[in-house]
Every structure is written in structure tokens, then in C-alpha cells.
């Protein structure tokens, strides 16, 4: 996966419509923050989350056997895109530091958790940790890597609050829909179909910038949950793009390796047009 709110547009800020410049990373999140409620993890199924809530259908493949779930708090909440925007909190000493680019463990391919670690206390801090982080940003995905831990792990969230912050013209030509968070270790993304969509992505490695990248418009991801079970996750939009861009800090990869040349600019000059010979934004 992964500047200060007033930037808004994720470890992705929503990108503009087709013949304008986004003020994505002005105005929409792909970074969120949510208190969570401690509950005990209990080893039943859980449901798929509805079509009208998300794009991304989640199937546990099966039963869990529990390990306590964790809680995690935040105060309130703000919005930023999973690439780079949030205000930083404070005095808060526990929020891991955001790995910038330039440091190999962002540009060299993670490791894979094994099996038997993952409910050690070592995974689960790390686990907590980069959602602490993400939410903190705050932004809606995030890498291992990018709190420099080199291991398969991506955390991704985003809330109708958070998505609020976005013209609505703007979500719905990405397709951007909350969901709740997810946490996948050893991910394997899949596209599904060909199409795609050409939209501005930002990073929180990457502060201050934003780039036009292209995505599959529908993904599938396979990995275990932080409890060790296996996941599948289909994802279509906002939250396909954000899977493809938090798998790809797992291979080493940003999104300024993959942007549409002569479209990386500040946030500060998001309005801008595109140059000449730029493609347009929006599903091609």
C-alpha cells in the first residue's frame, strides 16, 4: 500500500473525474479511523459483507479457532487517502513511523509470515501497530514495509465518514464504497476481468505527491486473516485499487513506478490539467 488532512484526496486520496484534475488528496481518504469495540473473537463463520455496504465480499474460508481480538482506539476522526495524507497526531508515542521512499525496505520484495507465527505476540504487535498507524495518518491501507517491517501484511479500511469528505461525483466515478477492516497476511492478488481505470494515487511514503496510475477495475485476493484462517476477498473500485496498490509495497513496488509519465505533481497542484498526450482519467 502506503500531508496533513487540509491535502485530503489509505499503506490510496481518491483520484478525479475524467477531463479534470482530482483534488483527491485534498478531498477524500484512503486512510480511516474507527474505534473498534473490544469483543472476543469467537470461532464461528463470518458473513459476507453486503453488496449495499461494500464492493468487496470477504469469505472466511473457515470456522476460526480464536485468538483474542484485539481492540484498537482512535480519537476522532479524519479523513486522508491511503497515499499520503494525514495530519500527524501528537504526542502519541506508540504510532510507528511511516517508512519514506528511498529506504530499501520499500523497494526490495517482503517475506512471507509463516503459518505457525502468526498468533505469536511478535505478528500480533505488528499487526497492531500498522493499524495504529494506517488510522493515525490517517489513511485506508497499509503495508508491512512501510512501517519497516519486510513481511506480507497489509491492513485496509474506509468509512462512509471518510468518504464523505469526496465530491460525490467523485466516488461514484471510482466506485468507492466503505468496508470494514481487513487484515491479510501473505496475500495473493488475481485480477478479475480486464478492464481498468485511470485515476491519481498518492502514498504515505510518497508525501506531497500524486501520480495517475491504471488498475484492474476487479480484483481477488487469497491469504490468511490475523487470526491464521484463509480469506478470499473479491474487490471491484476504490477498495480493488487499494488491494492493488498495498500488495504491490509487498513486492518492492510504489505507485511512482507504475504512474502514467507527466502526471506526478504536488498535491498542491492536483487542479491542474493534464499535459498533452495524457490519457484521460476515469475507466477506459
Same mark, same amino acid.
Given at each position: 500500500?502506503?500531508?496533513?488532512?487540509?491535502?485530503?484526496?489509505?499503506?490510496?486520496?481518491?483520484?478525479?473525474?475524467? $477531463?479534470?484534475?482530482?483534488? +483527491? &488528496?485534498?478531498?477524500?481518504?484512503?486512510? *480511516?479511523? /474507527? #474505534?473498534?469495540?473490544?469483543?472476543?473473537?469467537?470461532?464461528?463463520?463470518?458473513?459476507?459483507?453486503?453488496?449495499?455496504?461494500?464492493?468487496?465480499?470477504?469469505?472466511?474460508?473457515?470456522?476460526?479457532?480464536?485468538?483474542?481480538?484485539?481492540?484498537?482506539?482512535?480519537?476522532?476522526?479524519?479523513? $486522508?487517502?491511503?497515499?499520503? +495524507? &494525514?495530519?500527524?497526531?501528537?504526542?502519541? *508515542?506508540? /504510532? #510507528?513511523?511511516?517508512?519514506?521512499?528511498g529506504d530499501p525496505v520499500l523497494h526490495e520484495p517482503a517475506?512471507?509470515?509463516?503459518?505457525?507465527?502468526?498468533?505469536?505476540?511478535?505478528?500480533?504487535?505488528?499487526?497492531?501497530?500498522?493499524?495504529?498507524?494506517?488510522?493515525?495518518?490517517?489513511?485506508? $491501507?497499509?503495508?508491512?514495509?512501510?512501517?519497516?517491517?519486510?513481511?506480507?501484511?497489509?491492513?485496509?479500511?474506509?468509512?462512509?465518514?471518510?468518504?464523505?469528505?469526496?465530491?460525490?461525483?467523485?466516488?461514484?466515478?471510482?466506485?468507492?464504497?466503505?468496508?470494514?477492516l481487513l487484515v491479510i497476511i501473505n496475500p495473493n492478488l488475481?485480477?478479475?476481468?480486464?478492464?481498468?481505470?485511470?485515476?491519481?494515487? $498518492?502514498?504515505?511514503?510518497?508525501?506531497?505527491?500524486?501520480?495517475?496510475?491504471?488498475?484492474?477495475?476487479?480484483?481477488?485476493?487469497?491469504?490468511?486473516?490475523?487470526?491464521?484462517?484463509?480469506?478470499?476477498?473479491?474487490?471491484?473500485?476504490?477498495q480493488a485499487r487499494i488491494l492493488q496498490h498495498e500488495c504491490?509495497?509487498?513486492?518492492?513496488?510504489?505507485?511512482?513506478?507504475?504512474?502514467?509519465?507527466?502526471?506526478?505533481?504536488?498535491?498542491?497542484?492536483?487542479?491542474?490539467?493534464?499535459?498533452?498526450?495524457?490519457?484521460?482519467?476515469?475507466?477506459?
Amino acid at each position: 500500500m502506503m500531508d496533513g488532512i487540509q491535502r485530503l484526496l489509505h499503506h490510496l486520496s481518491p483520484a478525479p473525474l475524467p $477531463g479534470k484534475c482530482s483534488t +483527491l &488528496g485534498r478531498t477524500s481518504p484512503f486512510h *480511516t479511523q /474507527i #474505534p473498534v469495540l473490544q469483543s472476543q473473537y469467537k470461532p464461528i463463520a463470518r458473513p459476507e459483507i453486503s453488496p449495499s455496504k461494500s464492493a468487496i465480499k470477504v469469505h472466511f474460508m473457515k470456522k476460526n479457532t480464536g485468538l483474542g481480538l484485539s481492540s484498537f482506539s482512535t480519537g476522532p476522526a479524519r479523513a $486522508g487517502w491511503f497515499l499520503g +495524507l &494525514g495530519e500527524k497526531k501528537k504526542n502519541i *508515542t506508540d /504510532i #510507528p513511523e511511516i517508512v519514506k521512499a528511498g529506504d530499501p525496505v520499500l523497494h526490495e520484495p517482503a517475506g512471507e509470515v509463516r503459518p505457525e507465527e502468526i498468533g505469536s505476540e511478535r505478528i500480533q504487535k505488528i499487526i497492531d501497530d500498522m493499524v495504529k498507524g494506517m488510522r493515525s495518518a490517517p489513511g485506508v $491501507g497499509l503495508a508491512a514495509p512501510q512501517i519497516g517491517i519486510p513481511l506480507k501484511i497489509i491492513v485496509l479500511e474506509d468509512t462512509e465518514e471518510y468518504i464523505g469528505y469526496a465530491p460525490k461525483e467523485e466516488t461514484k466515478a471510482q466506485d468507492r464504497q466503505p468496508f470494514d477492516l481487513l487484515v491479510i497476511i501473505n496475500p495473493n492478488l488475481q485480477k478479475k476481468g480486464n478492464k481498468s481505470a485511470l485515476f491519481f494515487e $498518492g502514498c504515505l511514503s510518497v508525501d506531497g505527491f500524486r501520480g495517475m496510475v491504471e488498475r484492474f477495475l476487479e480484483v481477488e485476493v487469497t491469504g490468511l486473516d490475523r487470526y491464521g484462517q484463509p480469506i478470499k476477498v473479491v474487490a471491484s473500485g476504490w477498495q480493488a485499487r487499494i488491494l492493488q496498490h498495498e500488495c504491490d509495497h509487498l513486492a518492492g513496488i510504489l505507485y511512482v513506478d507504475k504512474m502514467i509519465k507527466k502526471t506526478f505533481r504536488t498535491v498542491e497542484n492536483l487542479q491542474l490539467p493534464l499535459a498533452n498526450g495524457c490519457p484521460k482519467l476515469g475507466v477506459r
